[in-house]
């Protein structure tokens, strides 16, 4: 059977891209090898880890599991797209390297970009809370403990409810 | 890259429709957080798909012309959770597809999905087969509509016959009204695991909220499919709500559930857990209603 092409049009980082996929290609496969967006990291691949997570319209999802042909018509963000016009660090990034909230660095872009779902959401999230809407990451090396204090200071800072 | 021989893509239930008769042979694949998964572990590898996640009239939950509550089959889980029709009218629903996986699993999982896998675990049969729900499948002969429990034919086969698919979940307003409902999963992690054995009930109290006027309840994992435990609704029914009527109940259910062994957990200690599931499920269920207990 002949390879399979499908134009697939949407929206990668704030900017309009066009892209001819392999129809057996993953989210994943079409981030990282058409566009070098290699903080979207091949882990399981199976959407156990996280490591490969994005926003897509608002919401997260596990890239590896995600059909590159259904990213037609969606706004895809990662984690490149927080750098600032200087190559400055997002808030949410600094906290992960203040608190200690990175080892070998193989999760952190995918924890981030929960981070960022949930930051955005504008509420106040108990430690539960937090636990639970970071429950779809695996990290072998920090206990988690550190991930959980830097977003929660970076969600309390942005509500003023802790100085900056 | 994932190993398919091909893929088709329906962007509506007609040709969604039509090229499940072209390709009778092809899997559908909805989220694909089933599908996908199984092909790369080389179960599905090599066959030919037909992706309907891109059908948006699939979507959403409603109030039909009846009142009924009809989730569209392509709904996600987070979608449903955060649904007010569902959080008004059948919030047990919303907490127990909350349990499943995790959060990026939730976004991407949908309902239909779920329960097409005809897997006896899904988070989200134990509590459809409670409320009596009603599958609907659209083909090309037309709407069928059939009960939840005859959907599920055996261990990993549902009742989706050529040509045809699932387009809707739905709680018809009967099995709604006034009941109030609890799911209790019972896992080894709280987070992306799949349910050792899950338990939903639903009761409907008299007005004085002295008495069970219904009550159903039905487990995941207690047996090969999905199953109400019937003897244990009829002990309750029409009975003074009380402590020992709970435990009662909770003991009645062993009459029907039939677990098996597995490298999750034992038969014995399935039936142990799934006494006290039941009767932690039944105070919850009538607390929720109003009653004391």
């Known amino acids: ?164 | 890259m994932y190993d398919m021989k091909a893929l088709y893509e329906a962007n509506t239930v007609e040709e969604a429709v039509k090229l499940r008769m072209e390709h009778p042979e092809a899997q559908i694949i909805a989220g694909g957080s089933d599908v996908l998964i199984q092909m790369r572990e080389g179960k599905r590898a090599g066959k030919e798909l037909i992706s309907i996640y891109m059908i948006d009239e699939m979507r959403g939950v409603k109030l039909d012309e009846e009142e009924a509550i009809r989730i569209g089959s392509l709904t996600s889980f987070s979608h449903i959770t955060k649904d007010p029709i569902i959080q008004e009218y059948i919030n047990v629903l919303g907490e127990a597809v909350d349990m499943v996986g995790g959060p990026q699993i939730r976004n991407i999982a949908t309902i239909g999905g779920n329960t097409c896998n005809g897997v006896t675990s899904a988070d989200s049969a134990s509590t459809l087969f409670a409320w009596d729900a009603v599958i609907e499948l659209t083909g090309p002969e037309g709407i069928r509509r059939i009960p939840i429990s005859d959907f599920y034919i055996k261990a990993g086969t549902v009742d989706i016959k050529e040509g045809e698919l699932q387009t809707a979940v739905i709680i018809p307003k009967n099995s709604y009204e006034g009941y109030k409902g609890h799911y209790i999963k019972y896992a080894n992690r709280n987070a992306m695991d799949i349910a050792t054995t899950g338990c939903s009930v639903n009761v409907k109290l008299s007005e004085d909220k002295k008495t069970i006027e219904d009550i159903r309840i039905a487990f995941g994992v207690a047996g090969p499919i999905p199953m109400r435990t019937k003897s244990a609704e009829l002990l309750a029914k029409g009975q003074p709500v009380s402590k020992e009527l709970a435990e009662a109940f909770g003991k009645e259910i062993l009459e029907d559930i039939n677990p098996r062994d597995s490298w999750r957990a034992s038969k014995d200690f399935r039936k142990h857990i799934a006494v006290e599931m039941a009767t932690r499920c039944f105070i919850e269920s009538v607390k929720l209603s109003g009653g004391e207990i």
């Open chain 1, 1 to 164: 059977m002949p390879a399979q092409y499908k134009l697939v049009k949407c929206t990668i980082n704030g900017k309009y891209t066009e892209t001819m996929v392999d129809v057996r290609a993953s989210l994943t496969d079409l981030l990282r090898d058409d566009y070098r967006l290699t903080s979207v990291k091949k882990g399981c691949e199976v959407g156990e880890c996280g490591a490969c997570n994005v926003i897509i319209d608002h919401e997260c999802f596990n890239s590896c599991i995600y059909l590159a042909v259904w990213a037609d018509g969606k706004s895809i963000t990662t984690l490149e797209s927080l750098m600032g016009p200087n190559g400055e660090l997002s808030d949410i990034q600094q906290a992960f390297i203040d608190e200690a909230a990175v080892q070998c660095g193989f999760c952190t872009p995918g924890f981030i970009m929960s981070a960022v779902e949930i930051l955005e959401s504008g509420k106040e999230y108990t430690r539960d809370e937090l636990r639970k809407l970071m429950s779809g990451h695996l990290c072998r090396c920090t206990g988690y403990e550190n991930i959980l204090n830097a977003v929660e200071k970076t969600m309390l800072r942005r509500l003023g409810k802790l100085p900056s």
